[in-house]
């Protein structure tokens, strides 16, 4: 594109594709959907050069939503594909959509790997505890002793903890929203797309047909700020309706929780999302309501080369150092000897 | 032809006063020892100056699985067997000339395939009471004279003494100088067949130049193995096998791994476009990797893949953004992919996938050949999923039908398997080096522009071929989704239509159908009818070639035909099959081709099958057509 050309200014509609949306009415996935389609367009990227990659489920069917290039693709598989898109196209925004079951259940290993080489991917995992497209089984979230079809007398699974397995995997940018929180979940979307580097960023969603309220502590505007720490980088961490409420680390190192009128801020945990180091991610990540309350936003954003860059990269360097490939030469390296006509 | 005996005359010349060098047409070596011994590279450096000096070769490598399995055991012996000929050939030849054995358990597993009255080389020093436990012998069998060694011309050499006397006072380890004597060994055998050692010894240089006291000892060792022939009394005769009436031009030895590797390398090249190539660590597929990783400057981008999912799925991903796509792997890592291969065929999305056949079933047999994924590929997804299927033929033939793998990947918008076996990605054979430009340029065309009405784009809109556009991420206009879903033909839009299903299914089985516009006719060798048809397919080529071109020297009326394609057939095979009265299959597995071609053809044929995860023996092939025109 040359430089004098002029950028169209995009809205929300150039985002949404004809296609009739095929969610159960009221389900989470609209919210997520609609938030996304605000957040496009600010990114200053032309349409062409986004591309959504979902797996299987129902928030994978997201990509049919978008005016973007977009593929649907298998079970749990997307940041593989995604992973062999962004590498062979670093130009490309990639996105990858899934759910709790395609990216922590099925597709557990692409995902790990997808983090831990820091792939330039924005994954949006939509966790609504419940396997929905199935039609209501136990998920690798659903909390322990859930009933649902195929545990009537209660799951017997201890869950993952999606935020604990990224920060484990290495992931620079892991983070946590829901999915009817419009304002936050705007900001960490933008916040997420934003990234240079595998950004992990897990959405409760209410699946209002199988797993219906699993997130009001999250969710109820008279609950979630006596349930929810919503994170501020360099600020301590306070909470409460009346924001009365915050978190110290004990002496042994673990946090809890005080009230306001005992404690001075600088006693207080401060948020850093950019330290290097994931013991500080990794203590929030472990704090769960209702043991504990529970932060939300962004608990860790840090800066390291992306896998797509270094291959890039290493590719320009050989061609540069190297030259450019010559098949002449290639053909006859190593020993070689001729036939000479008789 | 090595099954037969070498021709051999004296030739009068004298390369001392006491030993005469005879002449000899083809001659088959087969270096074996412990997996620890070095027998592969000193048969790699054997081809090398065979191929150098201008013979034609074909090799044979036959490694186990273990890396290092315990010293002295059976299961650990690693052998490689090298022909190298005065005349064309095309096997590794079947019985072996000469042996080579380091260690009693290597005399005993590689026994049984020395001819009678071949040269047996074996490292005296090696047969000792606890080798000789190991490899279940009860008695020392070099010490049975009459016994049954006495059929062969045995040479007992101290070759473990010899090599640390040869490299005393260079500050080696007994370990370390006993780790020579695979040099010794290659001296003596390059002495007995007349040998130049030059390019051994500059190999040594380049690969040691870090250790220069290494480098002298192998040079040393080598040295004193060619001496030890040329001075012992032991050897009387040795020969040389002449250079062979090869097509004037230049040439390199090839194994088909790498010639797989260049192969693509050289159709991305062309192309002008980059090459993506998502791989898992395998045996035996693993070197494609590692060619292809070097060769970044040729447009290549190399990705290992957490697993053979994540290979095949990035493929995927890679295609779909433009890239020429390509995974290898072997039986195991194939299951795996299947359901991404389906992906692809759906999304109707330009890839290769390399199969390097091994053993199965399961893990089965990692480093022995096997035809035994043909139905695998063939058949082996969900769903009506027909895709081409193509063989290499020979270790050089990789090259070619990599080419011709990403050429049909790329003309008709689908996946393609290009079957290739551990026999021939491992075994190596002179390559005559190609004129670039005389090399097909595959013409990769992106869409650009809507195809439908106003400014839509359809991204299954087809052509004549039933082929769809190519449109990618990046373009402004033409934005669309693709997915495992099935799709409205046309706009790609998700349909659950019945009729458009079964249009679909039609349509994708047709479009494959239709490669078969774009390939060559089936060729024949021999008279073009008769009493017998040979149809062999794959990595069996040479065999099978050597074996009814000798049945026609005995005036018997047989012809060959060898499947480069297999799905879709060349469009004459149905004609050419009814040609013949009778029609064999020989094939290493248990009659996979041969069920194929009764259920497309009705051809009534015989299947000649061998799962021992080794090759065909020219002679055993030559029995079966004997029998086959007998019955």
Not at chain 1, 74 to 93: E, Q, S
Request: aromatic share 8%; hydrophobic share 35%; net charge negative.
């Amino acid at each position: 594109m040359s430089a004098d050309t002029i950028l169209p200014v995009l809205t929300q509609k150039d985002f949404a594709s004809d296609q009739e949306i095929r969610w159960c009415p009221r389900c989470g996935d609209y919210s997520i959907l609609a938030q996304m389609k605000k957040v496009l367009p600010t990114l200053g990227i032309p349409r062409e050069n986004i591309v959504f990659v979902s797996g299987i489920g129902c928030s994978s069917r997201f990509p049919y939503y978008m005016a973007t290039y977009g593929m649907h693709s298998i079970h749990g598989r997307a940041p593989a594909i995604a992973t062999g898109l962004k590498v062979a196209r670093p130009d490309l925004t990639v996105f990858v959509i899934t759910g709790d079951g395609d990216a922590l259940s099925i597709g557990g290993n692409h995902l790990l790997h997808a983090l831990r080489r820091n792939v330039d991917l924005k994954i949006i995992m939509f966790n609504n505890q419940i396997y929905g497209l199935t039609k209501g089984q136990y998920s690798p979230t659903s909390p322990r002793g859930k009933k649902t079809k195929s545990s009537p007398f209660g799951s017997l699974d201890q869950p993952l903890n999606p935020l604990s397995v990224a920060i484990g995997a290495g992931a620079t940018f892991v983070a946590r929203s829901a999915d009817v929180d419009v304002k936050h979940l705007t900001m960490v979307l933008e916040r997420a797309a934003n990234h240079k580097g595998s950004a992990f960023v897990e959405v409760y969603q209410d699946c209002n047909v199988f797993n219906s309220g699993a997130f009001e502590f999250a969710t109820k505007k008279d609950q979630k700020h006596e349930n929810c720490i919503y994170l501020e980088n360099g600020k301590p961490l306070i909470y409460g309706n009346d924001r009365d409420k915050g978190i110290r680390l004990n002496g042994a190192g673990h946090p809890e929780v005080v009230s306001l009128s005992d404690v001075k801020d600088d006693d207080l945990l401060f948020h850093d999302e950019s330290i290097d180091d994931p013991d500080h991610a990794f203590r929030l990540a472990q704090m769960r309501w209702p043991n504990s309350p529970e932060p939300m936003g962004i608990f860790r954003c840090v800066e390291r080369p992306t896998y797509d860059g270094e291959v890039d990269r290493q590719f320009h360097d050989c061609i540069e150092q190297q030259g450019s490939g010559d098949l002449e030469s290639l053909f006859h390296s190593g020993d070689t000897w001729e036939v000479k006509a008789k | 032809m090595s099954s037969e005996s070498p021709a051999s005359t004296t030739n009068g010349k004298s390369s001392n006063g006491s030993k005469t060098l005879e002449t000899v047409e083809s001659i088959v070596i087969r270096f074996c020892g412990d997996s620890g011994d070095g027998m592969q590279l000193a048969g790699t450096q054997f081809t090398n100056v065979s191929a150098i000096f201008g013979n034609d070769v074909s090799t044979l490598p036959d490694f186990p699985a273990e890396i290092r399995a315990p010293a002295g055991s059976l299961f650990g012996v690693s052998g490689f067997q090298v022909c190298f000929s005065s005349a064309e050939i095309f096997t590794p030849g079947d019985d072996v000339d000469t042996l080579v054995a380091m260690n009693p358990a290597a005399l005993k597993t590689n026994l049984e395939d020395l001819k009678r009255g071949g040269t047996l080389i074996v490292n005296e020093d090696a047969f000792d009471k606890s080798n000789l436990k190991k490899a279940h012998y009860e008695s020392n069998p070099l010490d049975d004279e009459g016994g049954q060694l006495a059929a062969y011309r045995i040479h007992k050499v101290p070759m473990t003494r010899l090599t640390r006397d040869a490299v005393a006072g260079l500050g080696l380890t007994v370990r370390e100088a006993d780790r020579c004597k695979n040099f010794f060994a290659m001296g003596l055998v390059y002495w007995l067949y007349d040998r130049d050692s030059t390019p051994t010894e500059d190999w040594v240089k380049e690969k040691f130049s870090k250790y220069p006291s290494i480098v002298e000892a192998n040079l040393r060792a080598l040295k004193a193995g060619y001496n030890f022939g040329f001075s012992t009394e032991q050897f009387t005769v040795h020969y040389e096998v002449p250079s062979a009436e090869l097509e004037p031009g230049h040439y390199r030895k090839i194994t088909g791994n790498e010639a797989v590797a260049m192969g693509l390398a050289t159709a991305a090249k062309l192309a002008e476009k980059e090459l993506f190539y998502g791989g898992y660590p395998i045996t035996p597929a693993s070197d494609i990797l590692h060619e292809l990783s070097k060769l970044k400057r040729f447009g290549v981008k190399t990705f290992q893949a957490e697993d053979e999912i994540a290979a095949i799925t990035s493929i995927v991903g890679a295609a779909f953004g433009g890239a020429l796509s390509v995974t290898a792997s072997s039986g195991p890592g194939i299951a795996l992919k299947s359901e991404g291969i389906g992906l692809g065929i759906i999304t109707e999305l330009p890839m290769v996938i390399v199969n390097v056949q091994r053993g199965g079933p399961s893990t089965g047999l990692p480093t022995k050949t096997e035809q035994s994924d043909l139905f695998m590929t063939y058949f082996g997804r969900n769903g009506d999923a027909p895709m081409p299927v193509i063989a290499a033929r020979s270790p050089a033939d990789c090259f070619n039908m990599a080419q011709e793998a990403v050429r049909i990947a790329v003309e008709y918008m689908t996946p393609v398997f290009l079957l290739t076996d551990g026999y021939i990605a491992n075994g190596a054979e002179p390559w005559k080096i190609p004129d670039v430009s005389d090399l097909y340029k595959i013409n990769v065309q992106y869409t650009t522009e809507p195809n439908g009405e106003g400014d839509e784009y359809l991204p299954y809109l087809r052509d004549d071929r039933l082929v769809r556009p190519w449109a990618i991420p990046g373009t402004p206009g033409l934005e669309h989704r693709l997915g495992g879903l099935e799709k409205w033909d046309g706009s790609g839009e998700v349909s659950y239509d019945p009729d458009n299903h079964e249009h679909m299914i039609r349509t994708r089985a047709q479009k494959v159908a239709n490669i078969a516009d774009s390939i060559p006719e089936q060729e024949v060798e021999g008279p073009e009818s008769g009493d017998l048809l040979v149809v062999s397919w794959g990595g069996t080529y040479g065999a099978v070639k050597s074996a009814c071109t000798e049945s026609r020297r005995q005036g018997k009326s047989v012809a060959h035909c060898h499947l480069q394609y297999i799905h879709p057939f060349p469009k004459n095979l149905g004609q050419i099959l009814k040609n013949y009265k009778k029609v064999l299959i020989p094939e290493l597995n248990a009659g996979q081709m041969w069920m194929i071609l009764r259920g497309v053809y009705l051809v009534d044929a015989v299947s000649f099958t061998k799962v021992k995860g080794k090759p065909f023996l020219i002679g055993e092939l030559c029995a079966k057509i004997d029998e086959v025109l007998a019955s």
